[in-house]
Nanobody
Framework: QVQLVESGGGLVQAGGSLRLSCAASGSIYSINTMGWYRQAPGKQREWVAHMTDDGSTNYAYPVKGRFTISGDSGGNTVYLQMNNLKPEDTAVYYC???????????????WGQGTQVAVSS
């Protein structure tokens, strides 16, 4: 059993900052990638950013230069520092992890429960 627990969402004014955290726990052998998606009301879930196990990071164009993804030394926690937030960043943010829960099995994607981010103008 694998769990992803997110925290750090909230309400902030435009131009403000928030930091999201996501901790993976449970039966984990190896984490390949951790990252974030978001889903705004009435829209499809969209990819935001991710970090691979070698430390490489990638960002969606709308957040590049404003958001920073990072991880802890243990490799089971990922953070999303969100600066200069805009009203269009309002969404539920979902953490994901592509991981193997034991040796020799394909990687499986797990999701967190989501955390709400609301940015007022």
């Amino acid at each position: 059993q694998v769990q992803l627990v997110e925290s750090g969402g909230g309400l902030v004014q435009a131009g403000g900052s928030l930091r999201l955290s996501c901790a993976a726990s449970g039966s984990i052998y190896s984490i390949n990638t951790m990252g974030w998606y978001r889903q705004a009301p009435g829209k499809q879930r969209e990819w935001v950013a991710h970090m691979t196990d070698d430390g490489s990071t990638n960002y969606a164009y709308p957040v590049k230069g404003r958001f920073t993804i990072s991880g802890d030394s243990g490799g089971n926690t990922v953070y999303l520092q969100m600066n200069n937030l805009k009203p269009e960043d309002t969404a539920v943010y979902y953490c994901f992890a592509d991981l193997e829960d034991r040796p020799g099995v394909p990687s499986t994607r797990y999701w967190g429960q989501g955390t709400q981010v609301a940015v007022s103008s």
